[in-house]
């Protein structure tokens, strides 16, 4: 497969913030941006792989500044690294006052995509490289924030088999407390 730039990739999408946006604040709800942000995510992977694409990480989304009722919220995506099956996508939020013209960055995030064939199964996905500054600065450690994520998922997946199915109010809590007293 032909390696593709990151630019190739890359999506915006904009958004009107309106009041069933909104939380009591009147500010955007952090899961609805995160809802934006995993839609433009996936976009942009779907682009550079042509392929269908599943969400298999969020990583590090920080909510930097509150998106207020009234204002637009504009994402910027574009794939970073990939590995095999994998996509690593950053994005950025930033949030517009369309009266003042005042935009700040309000979140990025790190989002990990798979690429999936017709029997959706993971699939090899085209290599990326960068071009811009910003590109070369994202791409560089990349590989390190993979491993982070293999490492964390690993994590998950060993307490997710301590901690099993069942409720902790069905049996002594692995914590001391019987919840039943």
């Known amino acids: 497969m032909e390696p593709k730039p990151c630019v190739a990739s890359l999506t915006v999408k904009n958004s009107h913030v309106l009041p069933p946006d909104t939380n009591s604040y009147g500010t955007l709800f952090g899961g609805k941006l995160m809802a934006h942000i995993d839609d433009v995510a996936a976009i942009a992977a779907t682009r550079h792989a042509r ?4 969400t298999a990480s969020t990583d590090s989304v920080d909510f930097l500044y509150p998106v207020k009722e009234g204002d637009t919220i504009c994402l910027e995506a574009f794939v970073t690294w990939t590995h095999q099956t994998s996509m690593e996508v950053f994005v950025k939020a930033v949030t517009e006052n369309l009266v003042s013209g005042d935009r700040k960055i ?7 995509m798979v690429a ?21 600065w994202l791409h560089k450690d990349a590989a390190r924030r993979a491993e982070i994520r293999r490492e964390r998922r690993k994590n998950s997946k060993q307490m997710a088999s301590s ?3 069942s409720f902790p109010w069905n049996e002594t809590s692995r914590f001391g407390d019987d919840p039943s007293k």
């Open 51 to 54: 392929r269908p694409v599943v």
């Open 106 to 112: 309000c979140a990025t995030a790190f989002i990990t």
């Open 116 to 136: 999936l064939d017709e029997n959706k199964r993971p699939t090899e996905v085209p290599g990326v490289y960068p071009e811009s500054e910003d590109e070369k």
């Open 163 to 165: 901690f099993g199915t």
